[in-house]
C-alpha cells in the first residue's frame, strides 16, 4: 500500500503525492524557547520524528524545517525575571530542547531557523500583505491583517468567521477595523528588543514567523505542514490567510495535526500549570520509555499520561531487550522489509500497529531459538522495525545494569515469568527467574501463584 496521510484540511485519508517526485518539503512548527520542554512537546518531537524517518526510509529526499520561535512576550517577561539578556535564555532554552530531542533519540531536522534571524523576510512578505489590501496599518502603528479580506478563512479549523467574530466581540480592540483581525508588526515598548521597519520600530507578530520562514526554505507551495492539534486554530489558520494572500496560491498540501497529552481529563499545558518536564519524566524513566509511551498510541489520538502508563511502556521495552539480548551475536541478514510493519506505517504512520507487529515478531523469534530453529529472517525484521522506530538503541547490558529498581519491577518481572511458562517459554522464564535471583530475589512458586523474598 502506498503512503496514506490523514489531511486535516479535507478531514480525511489521502493518498500522499509529494509535489516533485522523490522530493519532500516538511514544515513543523517549534517550540517557544522561554522554558523547558514538557511532554506535550515531547509527543511533537517522536510523532514528527517517526514521520521524517519513515519519509526518508521510504526513499524521498526530505527538507525538514522546523523553527524556534526567540522573540515573544513570554521570552522578555522570563528574561527579566532571570535578570539576563534575552538572547542568553533563548540560546540556553535551545541548547536544552536538543539535550531533550537528543535523549528521545530524534533526528535533527534539514534546517531549525531562528525567527529573529528572519525579520527582513517577514517585513517584505507584511509588505506584500498591505500593498494587496489584506493588511492595514493601524492608528497606533501596529500593522494588521484584515481576516475578511480572506474568504477562504476557517477552512483549516472548519470555523465559521460570523461564528467568531461573534464570540470575539466580549474583548473588543478599537484599533481594528474586525475583531478577528490579528497582529503582523506590534510597535516597540521601551526596553524591548525591536527591529527597523516602514513602520517604525518593532516586532512581528507571532503567525507571520512560521508563514515567511516555511515559504523562504520550502517554496511558496510545499508538501506537509505539521504541529499539535493546539495550533490549529488560530495558528495554522492564520498562517494560510497570510501567505495565500501574499503567494497567491496554494500553501502546504498536506496538514499533520498530533492529538494532546492529557493529565486528569484535562489538556497537559504550561498555562494550566498541569505539565511535567520531560527532564522530570527521564529522571524518573529511561528517555527510551518516554519514547515508547508516544508511539504506543497513534498520533492523532489523545494520549493519556500517567506513571501506570509509563510503566507498562518500560516492562514493554524490558520484553524487547530481552529478545534483543538473545539475538545480539547472531549474524543479520538482507531481507525485503516486513510487509505487515510497512503496511502500519504507510497507513497514515499507524504506529501501535506498528509495534504489534514488532513484538509478533519477538514472539516468533524466541519461540524458534526455545525449539533450536533458526530465525534469521525474524532477527532482521526486528532489527530494522527498532532501528526505524529509533527504540532498542542501548545495549542490553546497560539497559538492565540498573537491576531491579523496586518492588513494582520484581512484580512485574513474575508476572512476565507466568505469562512465559503459560506460553510454554521455559528458557524466557528461567531467565527472568535467573536475573531475579542474581539481584538477590528468591521465587517461590505455590498452588497461589509465585511469591518471593529477599535472599
Known sequence: MSLQLYNTFSGKKEPFTPLQA?????????????DYCHVGHARVMVVFDVIY??????????????????????????????????????????????????ALNCLRPSLEPRATAHIPTMIRMIETLIERQSAYVSDSGDVLY??????????????????????????VDHQKRDPLDFVLWKQAKE???????????????????????????????????GGGMDLKFPHHENEIAQACAANDGEFARYWLHNGFVNINAEKMSKSLGNFFTIREVTEKYHPEVLRMFVLGT???????????????????LNRLYETKRRIMDMPTINVEPNPSFVAALNDDFNTPE?????????????????????????IAHFTSMTALLAILQASSDVWFQGGIDDNHDIDTLIMERTE??????????????????????????????TTWKKR
Open 53 to 102: 524517518r519513515w519519509l526518508k526510509a521510504s526513499g524521498y529526499d526530505v527538507n525538514y524545517v522546523r523553527n524556534f520561535t526567540d522573540v515573544d512576550d513570554k521570552i522578555i517577561a522570563r528574561a527579566a525575571e532571570q535578570n539576563i539578556d534575552i538572547q542568553s535564555l533563548t540560546n540556553n532554552m535551545i541548547d536544552a530542547f536538543h539535550v531533550d530531542a537528543d
Open 146 to 171: 484584515a481576516v475578511r479580506s480572506f474568504e477562504s478563512y476557517g477552512q483549516l479549523s472548519g470555523k465559521d468567521i460570523d461564528d467568531l467574530e461573534s464570540g470575539s466581540r466580549v474583548d
Open 354 to 378: 506498528a509495534l504489534a507487529e514488532l513484538f509478533e515478531c519477538s514472539r516468533r523469534i524466541n519461540k524458534a531459538l526455545n525449539e533450536g530453529q533458526k530465525a534469521d529472517k525474524d
Open 191 to 225: 526596553g524591548e528588543p525591536s527591529w527597523a521597519s516602514p513602520w517604525g520600530h518593532g516586532r512581528p507578530g507571532w503567525h507571520i514567523e512560521c508563514s515567511a520562514m516555511s515559504c523562504e526554505y520550502l517554496g511558496k507551495t510545499f508538501d506537509i505542514h
Open 420 to 449: 512465559a511458562k503459560k506460553e510454554r517459554d521455559f528458557a524466557r522464564a528461567d531467565a527472568i527467574r535467573d536475573k531475579l535471583s542474581a539481584q538477590g530475589i528468591i521465587l517461590e512458586d505455590g498452588i497461589n501463584g
Open 22 to 34: 522523490g522530493k519532500v518539503g516538511m514544515y513543523v512548527c517549534g517550540v517557544t524557547v522561554y
Open 298 to 316: 497513534h498520533y492523532r489520538s489523545p494520549l493519556d499520561f500517567s506513571d501506570a502508563a509509563l510503566d507498562a511502556s518500560k516492562a514493554a
